[in-house]
């Protein structure tokens, strides 16, 4: 299996579904370095990400209020387990409700978020788990579950000083219309206590007119821990 480094780039969603948002939390948006980007953070946890200012906000609160709808069983006990999400695209028009969509979309979004894992759910925890937190992906790697259209591009370790697990990029979607390519990075804490994923899709078309910006992205992502 592929070990990526830093010099390597590092899916309705079956996302671990929350809510609550703690009035404690220290992050922000602030423009130091470089002035073409923000840098995302979320201190508490050493959590870094560096985006282009052009790109709109999805806010935390906003993302927040659309998984509060959940009917979903269980939801409201995985709601208090989310330590601080949020999201952008380059599309003002993208709502929190298109984030945890898994359709297909023509402008490119990219999802952070940081969770808490419980007692049973750190016990299940493995490299297919970490792999699986959007879709089926290790099932459609070994074919026990088979879907139309689906091309595994990346998929290898990924270790950070305050975090380790799992960095995949594939492209999947129905027999009929555009695919989608997806990259994601899902990494657990050392005492395997916190869960950080970040997202970035588009169908495949956007991905490749986009791929230089979003590998930018998706190597920017830090947690120190």
């Not at 998984?67 to 599309?91: M, N, P, Y």
């Not at 898994?102 to 970490?130: D, G, H, Y």
Request: aromatic share 8%.
């Amino acid at each position: 299996m592929q070990n990526l480094k830093r010099s390597k780039v590092r899916k309705n969603f079956r996302l671990f579904a929350a809510v609550a948002l703690a009035g404690s939390i220290s992050f922000g948006l602030v423009s130091c370095g470089s002035p073409s980007h923000n840098y995302v953070s979320y201190k508490d946890d050493g959590v870094y990400l560096a985006v282009p200012k052009t790109w709109s906000e999805i806010s935390p609160e906003s993302l927040a209020t659309q998984e509060a709808k959940s009917t979903a069983a269980g939801a409201s006990e995985r709601a208090a387990a989310v330590k601080w999400q949020i999201a952008f695209s380059t599309d003002k028009s993208v709502t929190a409700s298109d984030v945890f969509s898994i359709q297909n979309s023509n402008s490119p979004i990219v999802f952070l978020r940081i969770r808490s894992l419980s007692a049973v759910e750190r016990n299940l925890v493995s490299l297919n788990s970490l792999r699986d937190v959007i879709v089926p992906l290790s099932s459609w790697i070994d074919g026990a579950l088979k879907i139309p259209v689906f091309t595994l591009l990346e998929d290898g370790e990924l270790t950070e000083k305050g975090a380790s697990g799992i960095h995949s990029r594939f492209t999947f979607g129905p027999a009929e219309g555009e695919p989608q390519s997806l990259d994601q990075s899902v990494l657990l804490s050392p005492d395997r206590k916190t869960l950080y994923v970040l997202v970035a899709r588009c169908s495949k078309t956007c991905f490749e007119q986009n791929q230089e910006v979003l590998d930018k992205i998706v190597a920017s992502f830090r947690v120190q821990g």
